[in-house]
Nanobody, 121 residues
């Protein structure tokens, strides 16, 4: 079984930056696509950015030019660099991984526990 753990959230002023990390732990697994999602109170969870195992990326229109997703396959870690943050970026951010459990032959999605990002002056 695999666990995803996010870190790097916190309180930041408008225009500031944060870098989120999501590290996968476990044994005998392979991760395909990974993504960052966010959910604000009263709103649906939305895709922020995604990255394939080969490094192809896509972004929500609201974050293009400000956020950058990347991954380090050797560390089983995905990152989200967030620049020029706005108040509307405030949300709980979750990472997601499409994971193959090699010994069980099972492929399924895993979610992290979420990390709070608050943008406020």
């Amino acid at each position: 079984q695999v666990q995803l753990v996010e870190s790097g959230g916190g309180l930041v002023q408008p225009g500031g930056s944060l870098r989120l990390s999501c590290a996968a732990s476990g044994r005998f697994f392979t991760i395909y696509d990974m993504g960052w999602y966010r959910q604000a109170p009263g709103k649906q969870r939305e895709l922020v950015a995604a990255i394939t195992s080969g490094g192809r990326t896509n972004y929500a229109d609201s974050v293009k030019g400000r956020f950058t997703i990347s991954r380090d396959n050797a560390k089983n870690t995905v990152y989200l660099q967030m620049n020029s943050l706005k108040s509307e970026d405030t949300a709980v951010y979750y990472c997601n991984g499409d994971v193959l459990l090699l010994l069980k032959g099972i492929r399924e999605g895993y979610w992290g526990q979420g990390t709070q990002v608050t943008v406020s002056s």
